[in-house]
């Protein structure tokens, strides 16, 4: 995975139409309603392929959070149905997305063998001033691949 993979996805997710207007930062989201933040949580190899010429291809999954800030008033269910439709709309929208391999680059390997998930959407917590917290697991797999001469 390549270092300018976090900022290319922040603005890829930009793009998104559910989350028009929320600024995102490679970060946690501030406590202030319509801010969002992402971060990487970590790659997992899930299968190595070792070729006849020494080259090395590993499956990974790369795992990062979104987190969003929302306003959500005690009993607005009005706004409670926007905001969850809000992370139904983004986890259709990337699925769309990967479904198109419009995705960014995430490994060196083919691109049509990349996909992006976004999974776990839900309500993280609220608070009586009327913030609440949102959080949805992305989950990219794509292929890296090494030549012997790679260092």
């Known amino acids: 995975m390549n270092e300018s993979l976090l900022p290319a996805l922040r603005d890829f997710l930009a793009g998104a139409p559910a989350l028009a207007e929320i600024p995102l930062r490679v970060e946690d989201a501030g406590p202030a309603p319509g801010t969002g933040g992402l971060w990487p949580r970590g790659v997992t190899v899930l299968t190595r392929k070792e070729d006849v010429l020494g080259g090395v291809s590993l499956r990974c999954r790369a795992e990062f959070l979104l987190r969003l800030c929302l306003p959500l008033p005690p009993r607005?269910?009005?706004?409670?149905?926007?905001?969850?439709?809000?992370?139904?709309?983004?986890?259709?929208?990337?699925?769309?997305?990967?479904?198109?391999?419009?995705?960014?680059?995430?490994?060196?390997?083919?691109?049509?063998?990349?996909?992006?998930?976004?999974?776990?959407?839900?309500?993280?917590?609220?608070?009586?001033?009327?913030?609440?917290?949102?959080?949805?697991?992305?989950?990219?797999?794509?292929?890296?691949?090494y030549k012997e001469d790679t260092p």
């Open 76 to 145: 607005d269910d009005a706004q409670a149905l926007r905001n969850a439709g809000r992370l139904l709309s983004l986890q259709s929208w990337v699925a769309a997305q990967s479904a198109a391999h419009a995705l960014p680059a995430f490994g060196n390997g083919l691109p049509q063998g990349e996909t992006l998930r976004a999974v776990d959407g839900r309500l993280e917590r609220a608070d009586a001033g009327g913030t609440a917290r949102y959080t949805l697991r992305l989950l990219a797999e794509y292929t890296e691949v």
